[in-house]
């Protein structure tokens, strides 16, 4: 992706180098337990760590370079989602509201919960933040091998996605039925709800590609094979080394692909009724 030297986007909350446990003892949830097994070995509370275990060591030169450079990268990602979205919702005559981005390092707290490195990026929709640690895109790289720019560019406009399902009144919908079903029944919901989040990524390159022609040979199989990687059949197989479909939340790799392609092949918001596809291929 041409990315170097764009607009970078005004909406991002930059925590990186905030302990996340600012609000309890110490380190947040992390803090207590500490405290707790203090008290349990007789320690002296007053010993009690700051900060969050490994939450915010201090980065090294070479590593704060990188951590920037992709700061600067995430900024200018979040202000082309801006851009496409505010012309499509311009044309649905709509005001696009733009969502805030927290860039965090370590852990943080979200109108969702505790958030940590762990959690991977996300959406939340309480406080309409797409809640992002740097650290990440490292994974990407290496645990899902799914390396390149765009990989990461894909996974940012897949939390947007969720931000547009969320003002469209989508997400309610889904969560509202929580209650009402059983997580077998509910997680097919879930699914659905996320490959619709893949295809609106895909309806954002599209229109990302067609007005700023900034897609460079190969992104778009980045983004395809981290769809690929990310999938829930494959997380399973990874960490437990066989499949439950029931389980799954976000939809197998090879439907994540679809839906992400077929946004990006079509580029109309009309054709990703996940909700109502007989097959979500
Ligand atoms: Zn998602």
Same mark, same amino acid.
């Given at each position: ?46 010993? #009690?760590?700051?900060?969050? &275990?490994?939450?915010?060591?201090? #980065? /090294? ?26 012309? %499509? ?7 696009? &509201?733009?969502? /805030? ?66 003002? %469209? ?23 659905? #709800?996320?490959?619709? *989040? ?9 229109? +990302? ?5 900034? %897609? ?5 199989? +980045?983004? #395809?094979?981290?769809?690929? *990687? ?15 479909? +029931? ?18 092949? /079509? ?6 009724? /996940? ?7």
């Amino acid at each position: 992706m041409r990315w170097q030297g764009r607009r970078e986007s005004s909406n991002v909350e930059d925590r990186r180098g905030v302990s996340g446990g600012q609000v309890a003892v110490g380190g947040g949830i992390i803090g207590v337990i500490v405290l707790v097994l203090n008290f349990l070995l007789g320690g002296d509370s007053s010993q #009690l760590p700051q900060q969050v &275990p490994g939450g915010n060591r201090q #980065l /090294t030169s070479e590593e704060k370079a990188a951590d920037d450079e992709m700061s600067k990268f995430v900024k200018v990602v979040l202000a082309e989602t801006e851009d496409v979205w505010n012309t %499509l919702f311009e044309k649905m005559g709509k005001d696009y &509201p733009e969502p /805030t981005l927290v860039l965090f390092s370590g852990s943080t707290q979200s109108g969702c919960g505790f958030a940590s490195a762990a959690s991977g990026p996300f959406y939340c929709p309480g406080d309409q933040k797409v809640y992002i640690d740097l650290s990440f895109y490292q994974m990407l790289k290496e645990r899902f091998q799914a390396p390149g720019d765009f990989a990461m560019a894909y996974v940012i406009a897949h939390e947007v996605g969720h931000h547009i399902q969320n003002y %469209l009144g989508i997400s309610d919908k889904v969560h509202q039925m929580r209650q009402q079903l059983s997580d077998e029944e509910y997680n097919k919901y879930s699914v659905r #709800l996320e490959l619709q *989040a893949d295809f609106l990524a895909g309806v954002w390159a599209h229109h +990302e590609q067609r007005l700023k022609n900034i %897609l460079e040979e190969g992104d778009i199989e +980045e983004a #395809l094979n981290a769809a690929n *990687a990310i999938g829930d059949d494959n997380l399973q197989k990874q960490s437990q080394g066989y499949v439950v479909p +029931e389980s799954f939340t976000h939809g197998t790799s090879a439907q994540r692909m679809y839906w992400f392609k077929k946004g990006y092949e /079509t580029g109309d918001i009309n054709q990703g009724d /996940t909700f109502n596809a007989r097959d979500l291929h």
